[in-house]
């Protein structure tokens, strides 16, 4: 892979990232790949040449220095930095995935139809796959940490190691090359991992709470519609009450003339005394406007 093809896709990784994501990127780029590239490769570069034992058994300094570095820390370094990389290309591809469809459904149902507002827009699928990559690289962080902090004893270089392995004939005082400069960039490199480490837990929480905001909003955005919406049927049905009390005589004269309803039909009537006296009385008249 060339320096352009490398640059355009860390480009696409920075241009979908969040803030947390771009400064994540530079410490990547900058004091781990630079570093690595630049200054980490001559150190190690004669590791096994400068490591020197007092003894000249053959095979004893291959077998000793195979057994205090049976990882050099250079393509441990370099192992980490392909697999830490390799979770933001998902996010990538998923962008590229959507810009295909996106590309067939305006090709099938016209350009003004669109399945995505913003296709690089950490929405949906999106969004997960980016957290996603986010716990993949912390993981992968982590493994690595744990690897070199498991072989190398807390990333300690001592200056001379003791060596027992056969075909030793017995224990042999053996060197390491330049043992302070290697170790000032192993706390260098583990540094720069522990960073990367901090940065991907802070983005993680940035856009967990920031979906949980932003979820908190709609939620509140629909109560309060919904509340809007019962006051306004609380006054729609005030006004319809008022309006059948105040209702005008012609309006109030059709109510007369229309048959009891269910309830008015089974209402008791009380009526006192002196009106059914009355009505007899009425009844018990001669009618006088027949003659």
Known sequence: MDWKTFQALLSGVNKYSTAFG????SVVFVFRVMVYVV????????EQKDFDCNTKQPGCANVCYDHFFPISHI???ALQLIFVTCPSFMVVMHVAYRDD?????????????????NTG?????LWWTYLISLFVKTGIEVSFLYILHRIYDSFYLPRLVKCEVSPCP????????HPTEKKVFTYFMVGASALCIIL?????IYLISKRIV????KVKRRNRNMAVHHGKYDDDHFNNCNDTVMRPEPELRELKEKPPSFRSAFKPSFRPSALILEEKIRASAPNLSTS
């Open 22 to 25: 771009r400064v994540w990127l």
């Open 39 to 46: 200054a980490a490769e001559r150190v190690w570069g004669d």
């Open 75 to 77: 393509r441990l370094w």
């Open 101 to 117: 469809r996106e590309r067939k459904h305006m090709a099938k149902h016209g350009n003004e139809s669109k399945l995505y507002n």
């Open 121 to 125: 827009k950490k929405h949906g699928g």
């Open 170 to 177: 017995n224990q042999v005082d053996c060197y390491i090359g």
């Open 200 to 204: 991907n837990i802070c983005e993680i």
């Open 214 to 217: 932003r979820c908190a909003n």
